[in-house]
């Protein structure tokens, strides 16, 4: 972690409700680090960057996100009127990033700005609860500082911010339009590696594996990422949609349709979603794949072992634990999924972060038996993952908040965008229907790339 902070500190925030839209906002906040998070009215974005946690490679897959836990129980002492879970705080501050999907990546190319963990304190955040629009920003004030001072220089920022954002939005931005390219991943090895895990789950090494391929799109100029964001957030409503910036000019946005973990108190709940199908042209088409998809054995049994695992996994954080009986069909954009919604009551001190370390990779992102399908994923994958399809969202000094997979994934480089896709592989997989299934998935970035410029994407 890089300490900014002094040792004893009082964390000074103010506060003011506002009509402000949070593209404008993200805009506005353009060279600094930057995000939003967000599923259906309710969203939450930041700008700056006033303390950071970060873990490099080498720290084992569990630990990893227990170090992030005692960084920020570090930062939130008691003495500095924070604290963590159960200290009976008043206040409590989000720290927004992610991890890696494995727990050996090294930051390079597409991921230079993405270690294994990464999390930032901004030092402005714009927040929607569904009904009241409201800026916060926040200082560190240290042993030295005049408190009424520090709160006048936030209430000076706060009026300044207004009205930056204000002048954002009134101006806009001009949307450029870059000619594109489109590179493939290879259809050969894509072959190749489903019919290795065939014979892996024929030989009963594991019982699925998700293979995962890229597709880059480089265009002649670059794309504003809060451009490929809006339209995300427009077209996939449903949907998780995620926008985190580390360092200017390295996105990472998505649109995801599950929670791996979401904590409120000892509330915990959380989304299994495995098996796919095409949404179709029409609405009657639409439901008839719906029902197609609820009826395939090969689906079912892909699905059961999503859920099967993430309950093993929650049953010793947790009292109880409550599963729908049957999984239903998830409508989206361009794809329909079964999905499991499932609650628990956790135990007592049980935090979002530990949740997240006992759950991660599940079954819809990597695979049965896990160990086997890494090792397998990591011979047949020629590209680094990075963040793709590892947790990203946000958590508190109480102990709550809300992850997700980073899927329907992409992440930019200079002037190129890399999309990610993967499928479950599973008895009775044919690789040109994964293939296509894969398709689909790169589909709504693709048609984000298009309506942020990126013209003969699609």
């Known amino acids: 972690m890089r300490l900014q902070a002094p040792p004893r500190f009082v964390l000074v925030r103010e506060t003011v409700d506002s ?14 680090p930057r995000g939003f998070w967000a599923r259906g009215r309710g969203w939450l974005a930041h700008v700056g960057e006033l303390e950071s946690l970060v873990v490099h490679s080498g720290v084992g897959s569990r630990d990893r996100f227990l170090a992030i836990q005692d960084r920020a129980r570090s930062f939130a002492r008691p003495e500095n009127g924070l604290g963590w879970r159960g200290a009976g705080q008043e206040s409590a501050v989000r720290f927004y990033g992610g991890f890696s999907f494995r727990d050996d990546h090294v930051p390079r190319d597409f991921w230079a700005a993405f270690p ?7 030092d402005l955040e714009l927040e929607h609860d569904g009904e009241t629009v409201r800026l916060t920003t926040q200082a560190l004030a240290g042993p030295g500082d005049d408190v009424a001072t520090v709160r006048g220089q936030l209430r000076a920022r706060l009026d300044y911010t207004l009205k930056g954002v204000a002048r954002t939005a009134r101006n806009g931005d001009h949307r450029a339009l870059r000619p594109a390219a489109r590179l493939r991943s290879g259809r050969r090895n894509w072959q190749r590696a489903v019919e290795e895990i065939l014979s892996a789950i024929q030989d009963g090494r594991m019982e699925k594996a998700v293979l ?15 451009e490929v964001l809006e339209y995300l957030r427009r077209e996939n409503a449903d949907a998780h949609v995620f926008l985190f910036e580390p360092v200017a000019g390295s996105p990472i ?13 000892d509330r915990f709940s959380a989304t299994a979603v495995a098996g796919s199908v095409s949404r179709g042209g029409t609405d009657e088409e639409q439901r008839a794949l719906a029902h197609q998809l609820l009826d395939s054995a090969k689906d079912r049994v892909e699905h059961a072992f999503t859920v099967k695992d993430m309950v093993a996994r929650l ?21 329909q999924h079964l999905e499991t919604r499932i609650k628990a009551i956790l135990r007592p001190g049980a935090s979002v972060l530990e949740l997240v370390a006992a759950l991660h990779p599940t079954p819809a992102v990597c695979g049965v038996a896990r160990d086997a399908a890494l090792d397998l994923l990591s011979r047949n994958e020629p590209f680094e993952r990075g963040w793709y399809a590892g947790p990203v969202g946000w958590f508190d000094t109480r102990g709550d908040g809300v992850f997700v997979p ?8 200079s002037t190129t965008w890399r999309l990610f896709a993967g499928a479950g592989i599973v008895p009775g997989s044919d690789p040109d229907a994964e293939w296509d299934e894969t398709g689909i998935k790169f589909e709504p970035v693709l048609r984000a790339l298009d309506a942020a410029g990126a013209r003969g994407v699609r």
């Open 19 to 32: 009509r402000l839209q949070p593209g404008a906002f993200l805009r506005w906040g353009r060279g600094r």
């Open 116 to 122: 294994s963990a990464r999390f930032v304190l901004p």
């Open 212 to 226: 995962a391929r890229i597709l880059d799109v480089s265009t002649t100029g670059a794309l504003d990422p809060v």
């Open 253 to 265: 946005v998505g649109a995801t349709p599950e929670a791996l973990a979401t904590v409120r108190g």
């Open 315 to 335: 049953e010793p954080l947790s009292r109880t634990v409550e599963v729908q009986a049957e999984p239903h069909v998830l409508t989206l954009a361009r794809i």
């Open 406 to 413: 980073a899927l329907r994934t992409a992440v930019a480089r």
